[in-house]
């Protein structure tokens, strides 16, 4: 079955304290991204990766990192978390090519509250 | 500044009638429009989609219409059904950069 899985679903941390969801694909797409959803906001891109070791910045990455080691994974970082980034995180990926653009399958999301 | 905004953040129909969701984009370099569904404690899945050399598509009891020199598309639903009940996001596409969505709309179809 073709998915996106996000890891944890639900995480409650304190200020400062690491914390990574992971994000991992089975369909062998090249594209991945994160986003997260914020109430009157709709969802806002933070990171996306159009293939291995190529990263880059979306709308919103202040306070995140990304890593791209493998195609199927693309955890998210966050260094040191703080209560803004109380948010629900979607990861998505998608089979984008050069000329065209397909929709992206998303995962179930991750609630995280910082504390 | 928001370039893809649903204006709406609620609607309610009856079930069987039509439902009509609206989206109005800014940015005229949008080329590609998608309509997303979103059910509690679940991602987002893909419902339909057009290209803006398109003015309508159709799948099954979805359609959605672009009106590109009114920057406006909707998202119809005919019948609407119960299990229709989610919320509706309104995304935009240019060349192969992020998808931009609007803030979406909560459909609540009554049975």
């Known amino acids: 079955e073709a998915q996106v899985t996000q890891n944890p679903r639900y995480l409650i941390t304190v200020t400062g304290k690491k914390l990574t969801v992971t994000c991992s694909q089975n369909?062998?797409?090249?594209?991945m991204s994160w986003y997260r959803q914020d109430p009157g906001l709709g969802l806002r891109q933070i990171y996306y990766?159009?293939?291995?070791?190529?990263?880059d910045k979306g709308d919103v990455p202040e306070g995140y990192k990304v890593s791209r080691k493998e195609k199927r994974n693309f955890p998210l970082i966050l260094e040191s978390p703080s209560p803004n980034q109380t948010s629900l995180y979607f990861c998505?990926?998608?089979?984008?090519?050069?000329?065209?653009?397909?929709?992206?399958?998303f995962g179930q999301g991750t609630r995280l509250t910082v504390v | 500044d928001q370039q893809v905004k649903q204006n709406s953040p609620s609607l309610s129909v009856q079930e069987g009638r039509i439902s009509i969701l609206n989206c109005d984009y800014t940015?005229?370099?949008?080329?590609?429009f998608l309509w997303y569904k979103k059910y509690p404690a679940e991602g987002p899945t893909f419902l339909i989609s057009?290209?803006?050399?398109?003015d309508k598509n159709e799948d099954g009891r979805f359609t959605v219409f672009l009106n590109k020199s009114a920057k406006h598309l909707s998202l119809h639903i005919v019948p609407s059904q119960p299990g229709d009940s989610a919320v509706y996001f309104c995304?935009?596409?240019?060349?192969?950069?992020?998808?931009?969505f609007g803030s979406g709309t909560r459909l609540q179809v009554q049975p």
């Open positions: 998505a990926s998608s089979d984008r090519d050069r000329l065209s653009y397909t929709e992206a399958f």
């Open positions: 369909m062998n797409h090249e594209y």
């Open positions: 990766s159009m293939n291995v070791e190529v990263t």
């Open positions: 940015n005229s370099m949008f080329d590609y």
């Open positions: 057009i290209s803006s050399i398109k």
């Open positions: 995304a935009a596409n240019m060349g192969r950069r992020a998808l931009t």
